[in-house]
């Protein structure tokens, strides 16, 4: 069983309405389509309007913004399509390649992946490279789309937003010393967690268990934010160190301080956050008694002073 670490970020809002889901709150407005998305491409995308395309907008500027002027994140802009070397170092294959959208280029049949998170281009930057002791901690960041086929997940999750074949996410990446890694992994859950705290969003932080882990991380931690029209938690975040496995795998390795052998680095990456279950997440958790949507007040200027999403009319 998972082991609960922490509570946090404001309190569960007290209202006299029911919450309802985001979806709802979404098509009622008609700011949410979702049938001109299944008419566009096919069935788990979504088309974005107006004031809820913005408020995906400015919540993934929010966060970025807060990571790189406040956690020391340096900002990366990255492809979206890698090679198969590249999936393989950072452990997307063979394990996972059902889940993966692909493409084949007709001159010299290569096959390039869409990448699931940015996370695979950001960890295998330094592939093959020797990094100096004292330019560790590496910590970066990037906002991309992120392309999952979701396969095996067929009737999960179906409603709304929650689980997409394309989403966007700021992830966080760090590239350390074995001495700093559990340290690092500690720093970047509390990234997550700042990013709640500054939405005012309940949340817990739970440590996962060994068999929950998975079978490259050494410890992890998810981060759930509340869903109060389905009044439970969901997972927002997932934070993971990989120690020596990551940095073996790509082959990133530091050359210790006074000199000797290089050894290999640590990596981690996590969520920071996934920004369409950020945007449920305010959807649900802002809903007002006359029907409006409160916007959360640190998102307000990337929304030019936009207080609120009104009903419609």
Same mark, same amino acid.
């Given at each position: 069983?998972?082991?609960?670490?922490?509570?946090?970020?404001?309190?569960?809002?007290?209202?006299?309405?029911?919450?309802?889901?985001?979806? %709802? +709150?979404?098509? @009622?407005?008609? &700011?949410?389509?979702?049938?001109? /998305?299944?008419?566009? #491409?096919?069935? !788990?995308? =979504?088309?974005?309007?107006?004031?809820?395309?913005?408020?995906?907008?400015?919540?993934?500027?929010?966060?970025?913004?807060?990571?790189?002027?406040?956690?020391?994140?340096?900002?990366?802009?990255?492809?979206?399509?890698?090679?198969?070397?590249?999936?393989?170092?950072?452990?997307?294959?063979?394990?996972?390649?059902?889940?993966?959208?692909?493409?084949?280029?007709?001159?010299?049949?290569?096959?390039?992946?869409?990448?699931?998170?940015?996370?695979?281009?950001?960890?295998?930057?330094?592939?093959? %490279? +020797?990094?100096? @002791?004292?330019? &560790?901690?590496?910590?970066?960041? /990037?906002?991309?789309? #992120?392309?999952? !086929?979701? =396969?095996?997940?067929?009737?999960?999750?179906?409603?709304?937003?929650?689980?997409?074949?394309?989403?966007?996410?700021?992830?966080?990446?760090?590239?350390?010393?074995?001495?700093?890694?559990?340290?690092?992994?500690?720093?970047?859950?509390?990234?997550?967690?700042?990013?709640?705290?500054?939405?005012?969003?309940?949340?817990?932080?739970?440590?996962?268990?060994?068999?929950?882990?998975?079978?490259?991380?050494?410890?992890?931690?998810?981060?759930?934010?509340?869903?109060?029209?389905?009044?439970?938690?969901?997972?927002?975040?997932?934070?993971?160190?990989?120690?020596?496995?990551?940095?073996?795998?790509?082959?990133?390795?530091?050359?210790?301080?006074?000199?000797?052998?290089?050894?290999?680095?640590?990596?981690?990456?996590?969520?920071?956050?996934?920004?369409?279950?950020?945007?449920?997440?305010?959807?649900?958790?802002?809903?007002?008694?006359?029907?409006?949507?409160?916007?959360?007040?640190?998102?307000?200027?990337?929304?030019?002073?936009?207080?609120?999403?009104?009903?419609?009319?």
């Amino acid at each position: 069983m998972p082991t609960m670490s922490r509570c946090g970020a404001g309190a569960r809002r007290v209202s006299s309405i029911s919450p309802k889901p985001h979806e %709802e +709150v979404g098509m @009622a407005r008609e &700011l949410l389509d979702l049938e001109r /998305a299944v008419k566009l #491409s096919k069935a !788990r995308f =979504a088309v974005l309007w107006g004031a809820l395309a913005r408020l995906e907008r400015a919540l993934g500027q929010f966060m970025l913004d807060l990571h790189l002027r406040e956690h020391g994140y340096t900002e990366l802009w990255l492809p979206h399509l890698v090679n198969a070397e590249t999936m393989l170092q950072t452990g997307q294959l063979p394990k996972f390649e059902e889940g993966l959208f692909k493409t084949v280029e007709a001159d010299d049949n290569r096959t390039l992946y869409l990448i699931p998170t940015a996370e695979v281009p950001l960890s295998a930057l330094h592939s093959g %490279e +020797v990094l100096a @002791a004292s330019d &560790l901690p590496r910590r970066y960041t /990037a906002l991309t789309p #992120s392309y999952r !086929r979701e =396969a095996g997940t067929y009737g999960k999750d179906m409603k709304g937003i929650y689980r997409q074949h394309q989403f966007d996410k700021v992830e966080l990446v760090k590239i350390t010393t074995p001495a700093q890694s559990y340290d690092e992994l500690e720093s970047m859950v509390a990234n997550a967690e700042e990013v709640l705290r500054r939405l005012e969003l309940p949340y817990r932080v739970v440590e996962r268990c060994t068999g929950d882990v998975g079978f490259s991380a050494a410890k992890g931690y998810d981060v759930e934010v509340w869903r109060p029209a389905l009044e439970k938690y969901t997972e927002i975040s997932s934070c993971s160190n990989y120690a020596d496995f990551g940095g073996r795998r790509v082959d990133i390795r530091f050359r210790p301080e006074g000199g000797g052998r290089p050894e290999f680095c640590h990596t981690l990456n996590g969520s920071g956050l996934a920004v369409g279950r950020t945007l449920i997440a305010v959807l649900e958790n802002y809903q007002e008694a006359d029907g409006s949507v409160t916007i959360p007040k640190v998102v307000q200027p990337y929304m030019s002073g936009l207080e609120r999403i009104e009903p419609k009319q």
